[in-house]
């Protein structure tokens, strides 16, 4: 006959664990492109995540307007024989730069460190998004 073991649980530090695991996933999100609205919207009290989504936030504007950029930047440049590859050469170098930039921004996130992202981490945007969520969705 098959034992079957029972498996205790200890109630007493599950919560802070689970909270901590929380923040961790939270905050990765915050990176992964649009997912940052789940972490701004669930977890709005928790400083770490807040701090990540900031960081999330500013980089997905980031990506936005580089690519919007890029796109102008590679239409101008097919027209110009010399010089049309260089679309293809910058928009793969800001497609490397951005994920490298996510890269980093999960690392810190999973480290639970609250390290800035190189070039574009000194901008502290939430505080306007979440007014603009606020009055648009709520």
Not at 79 to 101: E, Q, W, Y
Not at 103 to 113: C, E, F, L, Q, W
């Amino acid at each position: 006959s098959e034992v079957i073991e029972e498996k205790k649980v200890d109630n007493t530090g599950n919560s802070n664990q689970n909270d901590q695991s929380n923040t961790i996933l939270f905050s990765i999100l915050s990176y992964i492109g649009i997912l940052w609205l789940i972490p701004l919207l669930v977890e709005k009290n928790d400083k770490v995540v807040r701090f990540h989504v900031n960081q999330g936030i500013v980089l997905f504007i980031f990506d936005i307007i580089g690519s919007i950029a890029v796109g102008i930047l590679s239409a101008i440049f097919v027209f110009i024989p010399v010089i049309s590859f260089l679309g293809v050469v910058i928009a793969s170098l800001f497609g490397i730069l951005c994920f490298v930039l996510m890269i980093i921004g999960i690392v810190n996130a999973a480290n639970k460190s609250e390290k800035p992202l190189p070039i574009i981490g000194k901008f502290k945007i939430i505080k306007k998004i979440k007014s603009f969520l606020l009055i648009f969705f709520f």
